[in-house]
């Protein structure tokens, strides 16, 4: 059996810094929904101590890094490409 044939993720394109790379949206595990670099990570163990420490940095700048993002999404020209490459994918 093909590595393929064992995972259902769809591939997507993502930003990596400024470069546009093809992704995989996790379509079951823990990450469902999330875009991951390797379909394996979807199912992987979670590690508690990370997901802690996120959640209080995003309680104490999570309207900061909303702001950030929105910026990005609107300026940076490879967010531009990325929402056009995956629009079709919706």
Request: charged letters at 40%; one cysteine or more.
């Amino acid at each position: 059996m093909q590595l393929r044939e064992l995972f259902t993720e769809q591939q997507v394109w993502a930003r990596s810094g400024k470069k546009l790379v093809r992704k995989y949206r996790c379509a079951g595990g823990y990450r469902k929904g999330r875009v991951v670099s390797e379909p394996a990570q979807c199912y992987a163990a979670l590690d508690i101590k990370k997901r802690a420490q996120l959640k209080k940095t995003k309680a104490r700048f999570g309207s900061r890094l909303a702001r950030k993002a929105k910026r990005t999404k609107r300026i940076n020209p490879a967010s531009k490409r990325l929402a056009s490459l995956n629009k079709r994918k919706r």
